[in-house]
């Protein structure tokens, strides 16, 4: 048996393919419910037909949009199986060892023949989508190329080479092109690692606008509550840096989710209020955290904007993608796009406003003949002025897909960043203490900042150390390290002689909690991070902070919850931790990939600590994550 499903992943009535796929752990019983009922509705029953379905259900689940049935067998591997979750042996089949038999040369064929192409499924040559997904692909695509066409002309060169001269040094060039790339493209990537001044770029982009455009209506959003605070926080501190003449155009910017902006409505038949027959009013979007938005996101947001808009999309591509399907950031930045490909229409705009490098006036002559596109608004940041020391040198070693290097730096047992090496089954007590001494100075500052009623201490207490896991369950889990960090810390309460009190409905003072809903009551989302503290008369409330300064709410209006202890790596994004402990999954983990290793390194500011051992982390850095896409060709006219 290559791999047994977990025990409620069976489905029982699936026959054929779709059984031999299910019980080889290659298919949740979700897909292939999915994949049988599509069947049904189209009259469908040929059994490759159907397993093409469920694949691409799969796939999807997982994070790919498409699935090419020419390369299924090499790319498709069992379903993560946390160690403490899998069945017991012995759960009857008859899958031979070596898995499941695969459909033969004829089965593109045969599903671009069935009566559900063009319509549940999506069919070009040996690739398949869901139809939707196809779809989204398409309209982004599609609304993408038509405002990278539009290359605005509503700013003075003139103007804008002397407020370019104004807010960026001789030294940061690389900051100075892709500001003015954003300012005069009407859709513009800014990517860039940690550190490599981002935000410090955005605020002078939204400057360079304002200067000629003081009207202009500016947003600022992500993916997340969580990343909108710290965009919030980011932008008002880059502010403060800028001249005053500059501080008093941009004002005060607060961020939003993007759920928010578009007026997400629960329940509704439209999720979304903004959509192609009511628009957002604005004539400049900034998206923080991109990598993070999904296609479909991607693809309501689009909908919702003016033609006229400008969008600048601003993240870290080598950053874990959306949990939902789409790697829309990384489809969009090419590895070797730079000044030397943008279009000689925008170059030349560059150019006249003092932009470009010296000796550098126009781009390639060969590329006159093409349009613009998205690819010629794309700035790269790569110099680092922030995010150095250790953790910067190991980030940048995992990035580059040096594992040898960046196992060097964790063992040279320098300050900042440390290996905790593991066993096979279990990390070894003694390797905990550090570990266990920094979870517990976290929640002890925390709760002192809680009884006081101090909800912005609490709050940054709470990020002065973070546990993130990739799995959810099993020994290197998200449930087994959240409870083993409650247990310290409620062990190290009881020794100071602070007993823990709690209250009915089971709450105490200084509590760390994490939102699980998007309630727009409240105004919190998904992901928000909350601590109760003292509300001054015998009570709790939830100090939040999504944007500006932390406010309180009473405990009563605080949506779902659940203790935040630690937390998944995904659910780490757009956040920041003065120091970070990394439990690694083994290295035959499906979720242990570079980006993974990547997104949980830069979350650290000051330390980082991996939990694990060397092969887990060769294997992390030598693994990209594989998600399959088309919006890249599409881009690019394929």
């Known amino acids: 048996m290559t791999g047994d499903p977990r025990a409620g992943d069976v489905a029982l009535r699936a026959t054929g393919l779709l059984r031999d796929f299910n019980r080889a752990g290659l298919l949740q019983a979700a897909d292939v419910h999915v994949a049988q009922r599509l069947g049904v509705l189209g009259g469908e029953d040929d059994e490759a037909v159907l397993l093409a379905a469920a694949l691409v259900v799969r796939s999807t689940r997982q994070g ?3 699935v090419d049935l020419r390369t299924a067998q090499e790319t498709t591997a069992a379903d993560d199986v946390d160690e403490d979750d899998a069945p017991d042996a012995g759960a009857g089949t008859d899958v031979p060892d070596d898995g499941p038999a695969w459909p033969g040369a004829d089965w593109a064929a045969r599903v671009a023949a069935s009566p559900l192409a063009g319509g549940p499924l999506r069919v070009e040559g040996s690739r398949v989508w869901l139809g939707r997904y196809r779809d989204q692909e398409e309209l982004v695509a599609r609304e993408l190329a038509a405002r990278a066409a539009d290359v605005p002309d509503d700013l003075d060169p003139a103007v804008l080479g002397r407020a370019l001269d104004r807010l960026f040094a001789p030294q940061d060039a690389d900051q100075r092109e ?13 990517a860039g690692g940690p550190g490599t001044g981002k935000t410090t770029t955005v605020s002078k982009v939204v400057a360079l606008l304002r200067e000629q455009h003081p009207t202009w209506r500016v947003a600022l959003a992500a993916p ?3 990343a909108a605070a710290r965009l919030a926080e980011a932008v008002r501190d880059s502010t403060a840096r800028l001249p005053e003449e ?3 155009r941009l004002g005060e910017l607060p961020a939003t989710t993007l759920h928010r ?3 997400w409505r629960p329940g509704a038949r439209h999720r979304f209020r903004h959509d192609r027959s009511d628009r957002l009013a604005l004539e400049v979007l900034v998206v923080d955290e991109s990598s993070m938005v999904s296609l479909t996101l991607m693809a309501r947001l689009l909908e919702a904007l003016r033609p006229q808009t400008r969008l600048v999309l601003v993240g870290d591509p080598d950053q874990l993608a959306s949990v939902e399907a789409g790697t829309v950031l990384g489809d969009l930045v090419d590895a070797d796009a730079g000044p030397q490909d943008r279009h000689p229409r925008l170059a030349d705009a560059l150019a006249r406003a003092g932009a470009l490098p010296v000796g550098q006036t126009s781009g390639r002559p060969d590329a006159a003949h093409r349009p613009v596109t998205v690819r010629d608004g794309v700035g790269v940041l790569r110099t680092t002025r922030r995010f150095g020391g250790v953790v910067g040198s190991l980030a940048a070693a995992v990035r580059e897909g040096r594992g040898e290097e960046a196992l060097a730096v964790l063992t040279a047992g320098e300050p900042g960043a440390t290996l905790v090496l593991t066993t096979a089954d279990a990390v070894p007590e003694s390797a905990l203490d550090a570990v266990r001494d920094d979870v517990v100075a976290s929640a002890t500052a925390l709760g002192a900042a809680a009884r006081a009623g101090d909800g912005g201490a609490a709050l940054a207490a709470l990020d002065r150390h973070r546990l993130l896991t990739a799995h959810r369950a099993g020994p290197r889990g998200l449930r087994r390290w959240g409870e083993l960090a409650e247990r310290w810390t409620r062990a190290a309460e009881v020794a100071a002689g602070l007993p823990r009190v709690r209250r009915a409905d089971g709450h105490h003072v200084g509590e760390p909690l994490i939102v699980t809903v998007n309630d727009p009551a409240t105004g919190l989302a998904n992901g928000d991070v909350a601590v109760l503290v003292d509300d001054g008369e015998g009570g709790l409330a939830a100090a939040v902070g999504v944007g500006g300064a932390p406010r309180l709410l009473p405990l009563g209006r605080l949506p779902s919850t659940r203790p935040l202890h630690a937390m998944t790596v995904h659910r780490s ?3 920041q931790f003065d120091a ?9 983990s499906p979720l242990l990939t570079r ?7 830069t979350r650290a500011r000051e330390r980082v600590r991996v939990v694990g051992d060397a092969e887990a982390l060769l294997a992390a850095v030598a693994r990209p994550a594989a998600r399959a896409s088309g919006l890249r060709e599409r881009l690019r006219g394929g």
Not at 178 to 190: E, F, P
Not at 580 to 588: D, F, K, N, Y
Not at 595 to 601: C, H, I, K, Q, S
Request: aromatic letters at 2%.
């Open 64 to 66: 790919s949009v498409v």
């Open 178 to 190: 892709a500001a003015a790339g954003c300012a005069l493209a009407r859709v513009s990537v800014l």
């Open 224 to 226: 997340t509550g969580r």
């Open 246 to 248: 500059d501080r008093e």
């Open 261 to 263: 902006l578009l007026g």
């Open 573 to 575: 994004q757009g956040s």
């Open 580 to 588: 970070v402990t990394l439990v690694l999954p083994p290295a035959g």
């Open 595 to 601: 980006e993974t290793l990547y997104t949980a390194l």
